[in-house]
Structures are given as structure tokens and as C-alpha cells.
């Protein structure tokens, strides 16, 4: 049972332009959200976060919007870069476990086309 | 770099075996989890420990172990190795109120 899920396996967007990346949940206990950006051969690299109190948080050209009632949230890329080519992860977490014990997504492949 | 050190990055070694992983976690940082990424999998978590004491588990299996020693370093113990344990292994550590930041992982290849 998946209890966070992203659908489109991949997405290609041209340089410039904008890229949504979609995740939704099931778990209503989950309170805390991060976007992971991973390249082959690294470790994911923290992005952006949003707690449950929030439903947008931005930074830069990254921002994240959570929708509580329909448990979906997104990342906005605008513009998009050739260098934001990569996996990102959707992650949540139910921060009352005391932990940031995490559960992922299995990504959405960005490639950004120049 | 996130500060998370893993070592080794690759190992190979044949069914059977026991093999052992090892994290430094950021400087300052008490909690310490592993992951685990097969390629037909996201990343699965196994188990956090959280200044030496074991947090929370996960998907963990009976064979494999881990524990945080009090220079707060942790190890991840694997034995008993089977082909389905070939994968991506990432420690990542936290802080409270920030994310949790991944080392560059050990890639497991049992063969």
C-alpha cells in the first residue's frame, strides 16, 4: 500500500518554461512534506519543505503547494533549467512520531530540454 | 555535499555473506536513518536511531541490524545476503525542525 504516490514516472519540459510536479497521499496523519532532487549516483538533496499549517511555500524558483483536503501537493520549477534534469521525490512525514522518519515516492524523472 | 559521509560506496560480495555500512552523520546531528533503494522500489525506510538509542523501524528485515555508537557514527549490518538484497543503502541525518540530508549512499551488489 502506497501511502505517497506520484504518478507521471517522468515529464519533459522545454527550457524556460514551467514544470509541475504532482504527488498525492493517503496517510491524514502525514503533516510534513519535502521535495528531494536526486541525480545518478548522488544522494537525494533536500529541496523544499511545507508543513501542514501552510498550504505554499516558496524559494527561488522552487515552490510547493499542499492542498490538504485533496492530500495533493506539487512543485512548481519556474523557469526551468537544463541542470533541474533530474528525479525528484515527494516525501512526507508524521511529525508527531517524533522522528523524520520519511515515506517516498518513487520520483518523477524531469528532464528540461534546452 | 550534505555533510552525511557513507562508506564504502560500492561492495560486492557473494550470497551469504554479511557485509557492514557505515554512516557519519552531520556534525551536531542525533538522528541517523537508512534507506533503502531497490530499482524497482522508492526508497523504503529501515530504521532511525536517534542518539544511540533505536527510534523508530521499518521495513527492516530480521537479517540486517544497526546500531549508533556514541561518537554518534552508525552502522548498518547486513547478513546473510541474498541476490534481492542488491541496492542503493542511504544514511541521511537530521536535526529537529530541518529535513532530513542524505549521504551519497553504498550501491550493495550481491552476487
Known amino acids: 500500500d502506497q501511502q505517497v504516490k506520484q504518478n507521471s514516472p517522468s515529464l519533459s519540459v522545454q527550457e524556460g518554461r514551467i514544470s509541475i510536479l504532482n504527488c498525492d497521499y493517503t496517510n491524514s496523519m502525514f503533516d510534513y512534506f519535502l521535495w528531494y532532487k536526486k541525480y545518478p549516483a548522488e544522494g537525494p538533496t533536500f529541496l523544499i519543505s511545507?508543513?501542514?499549517?501552510?498550504d505554499k511555500n516558496e524559494d527561488g524558483r522552487f515552490t510547493v503547494f499542499l492542498n490538504k483536503s485533496a492530500k495533493h501537493l506539487s512543485l512548481h520549477i519556474v523557469p526551468s533549467q537544463p541542470g533541474d534534469s533530474a528525479v525528484y521525490f515527494c516525501?512526507?512525514?508524521?511529525?508527531?512520531?517524533?522522528?523524520?522518519?520519511?515515506?517516498f515516492g518513487k520520483g518523477t524523472k524531469l528532464s528540461v530540454i534546452p | 555535499d550534505s555533510g552525511v559521509t557513507q562508506t564504502p560506496k560500492h561492495l560486492i560480495t557473494a550470497t551469504g555473506q554479511r557485509v557492514t555500512l557505515r554512516c557519519s552523520p552531520r556534525s551536531g546531528d542525533l538522528s541517523v536513518y537508512w534507506y533503502q533503494q531497490s530499482l524497482d522500489q522508492g526508497l523504503q525506510f529501515l530504521i532511525q536511531?536517534?542518539?544511540?538509542?533505536?527510534?523508530a523501524k521499518g521495513n527492516i528485515l530480521e537479517r540486517f541490524s544497526a546500531q549508533q555508537f556514541p561518537d554518534l557514527h552508525s552502522e548498518l549490518n547486513l547478513s546473510s545476503l541474498e541476490l534481492g538484497d542488491s541496492a542503493l543503502y542511504f544514511c541521511?541525518?537530521?536535526?529537529?525542525?530541518?529535513?532530513?540530508?542524505f549521504g551519497q549512499g553504498t550501491r550493495l551488489t550481491v552476487v
Open positions: 516525501a512526507a512525514s508524521a511529525k508527531g512520531a517524533g522522528s523524520y522518519q520519511l515515506t
Open positions: 536511531y536517534y542518539n544511540g538509542e533505536e527510534r
Open positions: 541521511a541525518s537530521s536535526v529537529e525542525g530541518s529535513g532530513a540530508f
Open positions: 511545507i508543513s501542514s499549517i501552510k
